[in-house]
């Protein structure tokens, strides 16, 4: 993005000035700030799904269902939020999802989302397709640095990568099973969303309406993918890489894929895109040390489960043999402890803290943890519990979720059809 083609940004007029923002109180709120000051093509990649979007909404709306046992009258002194993930300490039970273009939603929106992480206490995961590259986040990041990967047809790009996420002191690799092929994402081609974005007239008319952005984004370097740019063969300039990225997703990714990129990692593997108690089955038994259940926020398949929905048949399945992890739909701190309850060990927020981010940059990834973390205390506490790690279906009063045996052996594709997943509170 040149300073030919960015609109000038205006200071905001000496009225707006007068009047404060309202304060932040919920994820909503710092929703409501990123719509305002983030770029229409930019703000929807963030918040949108997938075809009619319903697995899009679902995510957040399951929550809802599942209603929690208010205890009275007990010892709520001295509560701790600190655990483990994959085993390492966290100071509470989330961690930042991998995000796509996440600094498209603030400048340096990967390393100012790692600075919150690590002052936090809790893991950042950099996505493959992020715009500020692994080095850059590596120099900001803390302990908690993992990075997330794409598999590609290129695969001694992928190798190198993997290198890369080494050297740069990542903990654990994330390994995304469900983008093989891409699920159609409406507002994205409708946006014609590009990095930067194309200096059309419409685009500019709604630049000229996001100063803060602009002149973030003016004083950057970092706009385009910096994990792909430079270091993917034949690519070297924005041009070549749309070509790259459109043929790259490899379709042919399966479980011998796995294995091959578990011995050249070394370290802690975590796979990310577990739906379904069939695939659960088999990232157990692929020597990964966590799976998370997720349907890439809605992202993909429309019409599948929520990942609330399928996460309890998952963990009564295999939580015993791998650690489950969970991702997809959480807005609150009492998403969070419903997501412990109902069988995972730790969780990831995605848009929450992208809303934070494009809301108010560093400050706001750090609003929006603050937010997540008080609800998740308070709610535990008004649970009857002072430690997160004894979160179980105990507090579960209500579930529409339960699990069902699994047939002995696979029925006919005719007879599969989906069934209602776990209710934890009978377990």
Request: with cysteine.
């Amino acid at each position: 993005m040149s300073t030919t083609t960015m609109p000038s940004a205006r200071p905001p007029s000496r009225l707006a000035r007068l009047i404060p923002e309202p304060p932040v109180t919920c994820i909503e709120d710092l929703r409501r700030l990123a719509e305002r000051r983030v770029p229409r093509m930019f703000y929807d990649y963030a918040d949108s799904g997938s075809y009619t979007e319903g697995t899009y909404r679902a995510n957040s709306q399951d929550f809802a269902q599942i209603k929690l046992r208010q205890r009275v009258a007990v010892n709520m002194e001295g509560r701790s939020l600190a655990s483990t993930m994959v085993g390492q300490p966290v100071a509470m039970p989330v961690a930042l999802a991998p995000t796509g273009l996440t600094g498209m939603q603030h400048a340096d929106g990967e390393i100012l989302a790692a600075r919150a992480a690590r002052r936090a206490g809790v893991p950042f995961t950099l996505s493959t397709m992020s715009i500020c590259s692994i080095e850059d986040v590596a120099a900001e990041a803390g302990p908690g640095f993992w990075f997330q990967l794409y598999v590609m047809r290129d695969r001694d790009f992928i190798g190198r990568l993997i290198d890369r996420a080494e050297r740069a002191g990542c903990s654990a690799l994330v390994l995304t099973l469900d983008l093989q092929i891409l699920g159609q994402r409406h507002k994205d081609i409708k946006n014609g969303l590009s990095t930067p974005p194309k200096p059309t007239i419409r685009n500019l008319v709604n630049l000229a309406t996001k100063p803060r952005w602009c002149l973030a984004m003016l004083g950057t370097e970092r706009r385009t993918f910096g994990n792909i740019v430079g270091h993917a063969k034949g690519v070297t300039d924005l041009s070549s890489l749309s070509a790259w990225t459109a043929e790259q997703f490899d379709p042919s990714l399966d479980w011998d894929d796995v294995r091959r990129i578990r011995d050249r990692w070394g370290g802690k593997l975590i796979l990310k895109g577990i739906l379904d108690v069939e695939d659960a089955e088999r990232a157990a038994e692929s020597g990964a040390d966590a799976l998370i259940v997720s349907n890439h926020g809605g992202r993909q398949l429309d019409g599948a489960l929520s990942s609330i929905a399928a996460l309890p048949e998952i963990a009564a399945a295999v939580g015993d043999r791998i650690e489950i992890l969970f991702d997809g739909g959480i807005r609150s701190g009492q998403d969070v402890i419903k997501a412990l309850a109902l069988g995972a060990k730790g969780t990831f927020i995605g848009r929450a803290f992208l809303y934070g981010l494009g809301a108010n940059g560093e400050a706001g990834v750090t609003q929006c943890l603050d937010i997540i973390r008080k609800e998740l205390d308070t709610t535990m506490a008004m649970c009857g519990l002072r430690d997160v790690r004894e979160v179980d279906g105990r507090i579960v009063a209500r579930s529409p979720y339960r699990a069902e045996p699994r047939p002995a052996a696979p029925r006919p594709a005719a007879e599969l059809r989906a069934v209602p997943m776990a209710e934890a509170a009978r377990r």
